[in-house]
Nanobody
Framework: QVQLTESGGGLAQAGGSLRLSCAASGRTFSSDSKGWFRQGPGKEREFVAA????????YYEDSVKGRFTISRDNAKNTVYLQMNSLKPEDTAVYYC?????????????????WGQGTQVTVSS
C-alpha cells in the first residue's frame, strides 16, 4: 500500500505564493508518476499538473501554466507544487496522486493512490 500525505496549504493573498509538498510512504514503484488535482468550492475535482518519474514529462492545466511548477525528489519520495501569482480562483482543496505505471493524464480514475488533501485559500 501507499500513503500520500500533503502539507503546505494555508491562506495566501492574491499575488502571493505557497509551496505544497506530498510525501509518499509504503510501497515504491520504479515507473510511477505523481500529480496534483484540486477541488474548488462547488466544483468537481480537476487536474492541475503531473510529472513523470524522471521529470522529463510534465503537464499543466492551462489556467496554471506559467504560475505553478511541479517537481519531485525521488530520493525523498516527495512531489512539490510551487504556486506563484495566486488568484482567488485557485482556492481549493489540493490533492496529490500517484500512478504506478506512469500515467500523467487528467483522468482521475487512472490514478491509483490519493492523498487526503490540503486546503489552499487565496484572499483578494
Amino acid at each position: 500500500q501507499v500513503q500520500l500525505t500533503e502539507s503546505g496549504g494555508g491562506l495566501a493573498q492574491a499575488g502571493g505564493s505557497l509551496r505544497l509538498s506530498c510525501a509518499a510512504s509504503g510501497r515504491t514503484f520504479s515507473s510511477d508518476s505523481k500529480g496534483w488535482f484540486r477541488q474548488g468550492p462547488g466544483k468537481e475535482r480537476e487536474f492541475v499538473a503531473a510529472i513523470s518519474r524522471s521529470g522529463g514529462s510534465i503537464y499543466y492545466e492551462d489556467s496554471v501554466k506559467g504560475r505553478f511548477t511541479i517537481s519531485r525528489d525521488n530520493a525523498k519520495n516527495t512531489v512539490y507544487l510551487q504556486m506563484n501569482s495566486l488568484k482567488p480562483e485557485d482556492t481549493a482543496v489540493y490533492y496529490c496522486a500517484l500512478d504506478r505505471m506512469g500515467y500523467t493524464g487528467p483522468t482521475e480514475r487512472e490514478w491509483d493512490y490519493w492523498g487526503q488533501g490540503t486546503q489552499v485559500t487565496v484572499s483578494s
